[in-house]
C-alpha cells in the first residue's frame, strides 16, 4: 500500500489512524521503539534464543508497514545496540545474518512502500559484507519519501554525543566552525542521522517491550521531550493491536514541552 496514490479527496493515512481509533492529526511524526524481550518469549518456549530474533524480525516487518500505512513520518529501531556487542559470539553472529537477510528481504516491499531505509550507530563495527548490504539499501531507497526506517546498529546514545563532540571540535580546529555559534542545531546536524528531511529530528513517543521501563541509551539527545510507553508484551508477540495501543496512550498524554 502506497500512502501517496490516494483517491483524490481522501487520505488514506488518515482513514487508516482514523480506522485504528487514532487522531489522525495527532499521530506522533517520530516513533522510536526498543524491542525487548525475544530471548525470553524463545526461553519461555523452550528454544533458543536466536529463535526469538527470528520471530522478532517479522514483527518488525510487520509494524514498519503498519506504520507507512498510518503516515508516521520516521520509525527508529533499537536493533543492536553497542552493550550487545557483549553477547555470546554465536548470537551476535545470528543477528547480523538475520539483519542481512531481512535488509535483502525487503528490498522490495521497502521501494513498494515508498520506505527510505536509515542506520544510526558506529557502523564501522559491522562485519563488511553486511554493512555492504546496509550501504546498497540506503542507497537503493535514499529517494524515498513516505517514511524513514531507522535502524540503530551497533548503536549508543552516549557515542553518538561523544561523535558529534569530535566532530564539532574537527570542524572549530580545522576553522571552519567558531566556538561561539555552536548550538543545539550544531549538534544535531553532527547526530549520525544528521537534520531529518521531514522536520522529525525529535522522537515523539519511545515504546518498550517486555514490561521494562529503561531508556538503556537509547536516543538521549532526540527523546529529551519523548514520551514514554511500556508494554508487558515481549517483542516477538507485539501485535499491531498492541501497537495502536500504544500510539493511543501516546494520544492520551498532555505535552507541555516545559510550558503550562
Ligand atoms: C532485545 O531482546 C532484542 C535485541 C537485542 C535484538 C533485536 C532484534 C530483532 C528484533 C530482530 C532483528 C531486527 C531486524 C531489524 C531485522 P533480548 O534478546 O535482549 O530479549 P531478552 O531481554 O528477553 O533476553
Known amino acids: 500500500m502506497n500512502p501517496t496514490t490516494a483517491v483524490p479527496g481522501i487520505d488514506p493515512a488518515h482513514e487508516a489512524a482514523r480506522s485504528a481509533g487514532l487522531d489522525p492529526a495527532r499521530l506522533p511524526k517520530h516513533v522510536a521503539i526498543i524491542m525487548d524481550g525475544n530471548g525470553r518469549w524463545a526461553k519461555g518456549r523452550g528454544w533458543d534464543r536466536t529463535r526469538g530474533h527470528r520471530q522478532g524480525a517479522d514483527v518488525v516487518r510487520a509494524i514498519t508497514t503498519d506504520s507507512v500505512r498510518l503516515g508516521i513520518r520516521r520509525l527508529t529501531l533499537y536493533a543492536f545496540s553497542s552493550e550487545n556487542w557483549s553477547r555470546p559470539q554465536i548470537e551476535t553472529s545470528y543477528l547480523m545474518r538475520l539483519l542481512d537477510e531481512f535488509l535483502r528481504g525487503e528490498l522490495a516491499t521497502l521501494q513498494e512502500n515508498g520506505v527510505r531505509l536509515e542506520a544510526i550507530g558506529r557502523l564501522d563495527r559491522l562485519p563488511s ?62 547526530l549520525y542521522a544528521g537534520a531529518c528531511r521531514f522536520g522529525a529530528d525529535d522522537v515523539d513517543v519511545v515504546i518498550r517491550t517486555a514490561g521494562e521501563s529503561r531508556l538503556s541509551n537509547f536516543l538521549p539527545w532526540q527523546a529529551i521531550y519523548a514520551e514514554y510507553v511500556s508494554v508487558a508484551a515481549l517483542w516477538p508477540e507485539f501485535t499491531i493491536t498492541d501497537y495502536h495501543a500504544a500510539l493511543k496512550e501516546f494520544q492520551a498524554r498532555e505535552r507541555r514541552f516545559g510550558g503550562v
Not at 537503493?140 to 519519501?145: E, G, L, S, V
Request: hydrophobic letters at 45%.
Open 129 to 190: 559484507d553486511v554493512r555492504a548490504t546496509l550501504d546498497a539499501t540506503r542507497t537503493a531507497t535514499a529517494a524515498n519519501r513516505n517514511m524513514a526506517l531507522c535502524l540503530a546498529l551497533s548503536y549508543g546514545g552516549r557515542d553518538e554525543i561523544v561523535d558529534a563532540c569530535r566532530a564539532i571540535a574537527r570542524d572549530v580546529a580545522a576553522g571552519r566552525l567558531d566556538p561561539q555559534s555552536v548550538d543545539a542545531s550544531a549538534v544535531q546536524a553532527r
